[in-house]
Each structure stands twice: as C-alpha cells, then as structure tokens.
C-alpha cells in the first residue's frame, strides 16, 4: 500500500526521524491560515507547496490546467493561496504516470529548510528495502540526492553504497558510522546522519514496510539531518497488525477496478491485453498469462478468483473483467483442488445467464475434481461458452477465437 508524502512523514516522525514539517489542505482558502500557523510554529517565511499524489518526478511534472509544476515554492504567506490553486484540483503529469496526469486533492505546505547558514546544505538519497536475491533488508544511499537514483545508478553508479543488514543481529552501529562516512559527513552532521539511519530502519522495520525512500535526506545550513520527501510502500500483507496505518489508504489514487476487486474479496491487477484470465491461484495464474501469449494473445488482466469460486464470485469476476473495453475474449481456467469443477462450471452458467449475454467469446478449462463432470454441463448449457480440457486445447481456442 503506497502513502503520501505526509503520511509517511507522520511514519518518521512517531520512529523519532526529524522531518521537514509542514500542514496539508484541500482548498485554498484555508492554505494562507495554515501557512500562518506554521510560520508561527517554525518561523518559516518561505513555504514549499507540494502536490500530493502517488507517483514521483513531482517537481519536474506539469498540472495541465495550469502550467504549474508539482513543487513550487511560495515566496511569503501572500504568495501561498495563489500557488496552492495553481495546484489543487488540476491533473499532474509526471515520468511516472498516465497522460492524463493524476488528479491532486491535497497539497502539503511545508517549512522552507533551505535557510542561510554556517555552510551549504547538502542533499543525500536514501531508501531501505529487502534484497530479495541476498535475503536480507538493505540501507541504499547516494550523496547525489534530490536527482532520479536511476539516472545515477546509470551515468555515476560508483556514487551508490549498499549496507546489507543481517536479520540475526540487525542494524549495528558500526554500519550506520559507515553510512555517515561514506557520505562524507563530519562532526555534529555526522552524529545526526547515525541517529537518523537508527531511527529511519527503525521506522522501516517496525511498520512493516515494503519500502521507505528518502530524496533527499538533507543536511541543512547548521548540520541537522532531516527528511525533505519520503516514498513509502507498506506490505498490505500485515495491514492486519497497523490498524492505523491501514486507515490511511487513499482509494482515490488507486485503479477504480482494483479496489472494486479489493472490496469483492478477488486478486485483480489490470494490464494492457486483449485476453481476460478468470484463474485460481498465483501460480496458475501466472501459467496462464504465459500460454496467452504465446497463442498470440495478451493477457489483460490477473485475476484469481481464490478457492470459492461459486455463481455470485464468478458474476463479479465476469463483470470486473468486461469493464476493460480492450477485452476480446475471456479464458477461464480453474484447478479444481480445494473447489469442485462441476461447482465452478455451473457458477460459469449461472452468471453467464443472470448477466444476459456477454460479449465476448469464453473459454473454459476445468482440470481436476469432478472435471468430467463440469466439461458435460458446459457442452449442455446451449451457451456460447468454449470447453477445453488441456491448457495447450485452451489456448488454440484463444488463438481461433481472436483470429
């Protein structure tokens, strides 16, 4: 589950992480009272207004209403409400969404941290997450923060250190001192980079994440070392244990189909193909998707209907999938293991008939209990639903159908 930049910024601040702070809205005219509040709370004069929505590149990406970018500086509290409105409300377009942008419902006012010094501030990238080839979650760091770590990995990627935690031992302190050097940081800067690498996989490790990125972790003018930004994805798989944390789900920035899938209890990712899958289990699932294209197909969705595939699963399933105008037909293909076939098979049958029609050409794999069975009551119900009994037999029907 991904998170917007202020929540994940409350993440950091509840593990002890110093954040760049700020007051979020969702209308201009309350943005000069709140930017009021925070100048009097920090002191700020100038305020950083940010976008907030899932995806990265903010201050590079353009709001086509507007022409604004996703990040802009507001110069003084009078710039404030103008700015916001130049953002609120449009569509942002950046490297990492649609054409269509995604629509920004609230904004975050933030402390301008930039401020005259002793020295000049320094900008650090930052993000822990599990290596999934070593096993073992992993501290990834740059000096070259506030750039895309893509491009740096690419042009500069001598510029990137890894630490690799231990999960017996976890973070030790030799390694967060290391962190610090390899950054190239001193005296108090270099005191406040260990605590902050503490408290930031403390944060990491104790919400159950799946990822944490800081770009750019920031040293200021006086060597404090604070969070600018922070990306963070969640395991929805242990949702179960963070209540609170679960509550900050926005459905708005996710696919309308998805969480339509979510709420019924199904699987579903959307895709760009032609083929809709209606599968049980990732594994078969996966098999599926491979046997599409390789009948010159593509799939156009993942979607596992789980072990209960009965009428009403199945309905919603078929509806899901025939809300994608690019769907050209439909191969269904359950292992009955834990559900029977002929249950699932009449479930097909059922929902085909309270549906009225459907549009597009069915196939029907059904292997395992009962499958005779269920291949007798696809053959007899005088639908227009294809069976098949072997996944290369379902396949050469995707292929003629779509022919």
Known sequence: MNLHEYQGKSILESFGVAIQRGVVVDSASEAVAKAKE?????????????????AGGRGKGTVTETGSHGVVLAKGIDKVEGVVSGI????????QTSDQGKKVNKVLIAEDVYYPGASEPSEFYMSVLLDRANERNTIMYSTEGGMDIETVAEETPHLIF???????????????????FNLGLTGAAHKGMVKFVYSLYAAYDGCDAAMFEINPVLKTSDDKIIAVDSKVTLDANALYRHKDYAEMRDKSEEDPMEVEADEAGLNYVNLDGNVGCMVNG????????????????NPANFLDVGGTADAERVEKAFRLILQDENVEAILVNIFGGIVRCDRVAQGVVDAYKNMGSIPVPIIVRLQGTNAEEAKVLIDESGLDVHSAVLLQEAADLVKKVLA
Do not use: C, Y
């Not at 609120?88 to 490297?95: E, K, N, P, R, S």
């Not at 999960?167 to 962190?179: M, N, S, T």
């Open 282 to 297: 990732a594994g078969l699932a996966m098999a599926t998707m491979d046997i599409i294209k390789l009948s010159g197909g």
């Open 38 to 54: 925070l100048n009097a709370s920090t002191g700020t004069e100038w305020f950083v207004v940010k976008a907030q929505i899932h």
């Open 162 to 180: 890894k630490e690799e935690i231990d999960p017996r031992v976890g973070l030790q302190g030799f390694q967060a001192r290391r962190i610090a």
């Open 88 to 95: 609120l409300g449009g569509h942002l377009v950046t490297a």
